[in-house]
């Protein structure tokens, strides 16, 4: 177990930010169960136990799988998650069939915003512009976008970049778009490989947002680290708040 976090402080005042930019999934979306869902009912149309495979494993293969299926040359996310589900059948002995490699993207949809996220979104939207920097393709964004319900000034896209986070091409890009200098950009994430490592050497302010409580990486591992930690978006409103 984690010992008790220290109180945490901004190291800015909060008025220095023109924009908050997010990582969606992981970040505002609970992927997790969506993934797990889509999974073990492909698992059980060929027979494989649910028993003897536990959750933790199928995340961590499906985050390995993933990373091996995005690097160059871009493809679109839908068939990333194809890779995955290909990569699942040889991990555990069955071949899927075409309707089930797109299990995955099908299941996107349906992917739900966690329980802070919306009214998170529309407590900053009254004083920040709103960014997304996501590896996700256009087409399957319009569906989570209407579950976050708070409309966003930016959506950069993996598909709009041709590249894949943690290429720093995706937030180049972004900053493009926006017309800000990076001092004015505060990025959200809670994955530390794809959005804090890439993005906090180009001198993004930076908040990993812990929401499964992992371990920050040890001192000296070489991995860039966060400005702030913080375990869900309502406590990155209040610390916004707090240092107004």
Request: with cysteine.
């Amino acid at each position: 177990m984690r010992e008790p976090a220290p109180a945490i402080r901004l190291p800015w005042p909060a008025d220095r930010f023109e924009a908050i930019t997010f990582d969606c999934y992981g970040t505002l979306i609970d992927w997790r169960p969506g993934i797990l869902k889509a999974v073990r009912r492909v698992f059980i149309s060929h027979g494989v136990p649910g028993s003897r495979i536990s959750d933790q494993e199928i995340l961590e293969r499906y985050n390995q799988l993933e990373s091996e299926a995005e690097h160059p040359p871009y493809r679109r996310y839908r068939e990333v998650l194809a890779a995955v589900m290909q990569g699942l059948g040889r991990a555990f002995g069955f071949s899927p069939t075409t309707d089930e490699l797109d299990a995955l993207p099908d299941s996107l949809p349906g992917w739900k915003p966690y329980a802070d996220t919306v009214n998170a979104l529309r407590a900053l939207k009254t004083r920040y512009r709103l960014g997304i920097i996501s590896n996700i393709d256009e087409s399957l964004f319009a569906h989570t976008a209407k579950l976050l319900e708070v409309p966003f000034d930016w959506v950069v896209t993996a598909e709009s970049v041709g590249s894949y986070k943690p290429s720093q091409r995706n937030f180049e890009a972004a900053l493009k778009r926006m017309g800000l200098g990076r001092e004015k950009v505060l990025h959200a994430a809670q994955s530390r490989r794809h959005d804090i490592a890439a993005v906090k050497p180009m001198g993004w302010a930076t908040v990993w947002v812990n929401r499964y409580g992992l371990e920050p990486d040890p001192a000296g591992s070489g991995s860039a680290q966060p400005d702030i930690e913080v375990p869900d978006l309502r406590t990155l409103v209040e610390l916004l708040n707090a240092g107004r």
